[in-house]
């Protein structure tokens, strides 16, 4: 089993925890760090840009990063939201083995 994270940016920290609880009921995630004040400077559409946002970390088993992404940008409140997930080289034996407790559905 192998770990992973999911990078994403929302405008508010309402809609990020929102998205996250759901993520987190879904078993999609076993973990969401809300960073507040980021600060963003951006090209959209042709037009520069800047923007206060809160970023997010999730935590994820590498085999749900897809649908975790799907999910995620699903629903995300952005048009198009900036979404980056990846598979981790290398993640401690106590977090693969709460990854793979905490994230996907529970057998037996």
């Known amino acids: 089993m192998t770990a992973a994270l999911i990078w994403c940016p929302f405008g508010d920290a309402q809609s990020a ?10 078993r999609l995630i076993a973990c969401a760090n ?4 980021v600060r963003s400077l951006y090209r959209w559409n042709g037009e520069r840009g800047e923007g206060a946002e809160v970023a997010v970390l999730f935590k994820t088993r590498a085999d ?3 649908a975790a992404v ?3 940008e699903a ?4 048009d198009a939201p900036a979404i980056a997930g990846w598979r981790c080289d290398a993640a401690g034996a106590a977090t693969l083995g709460w990854l793979e407790v905490d994230c996907g559905v529970l057998e037996g």
């Open 70 to 72: 799907a999910r995620l």
């Open 17 to 26: 925890e929102a998205v996250a609880g759901k993520l987190l009921d879904e």
């Open 64 to 66: 749900l990063l897809d």
């Open 75 to 78: 629903l995300h409140p952005y």
């Open 34 to 37: 809300i960073l507040p004040a």
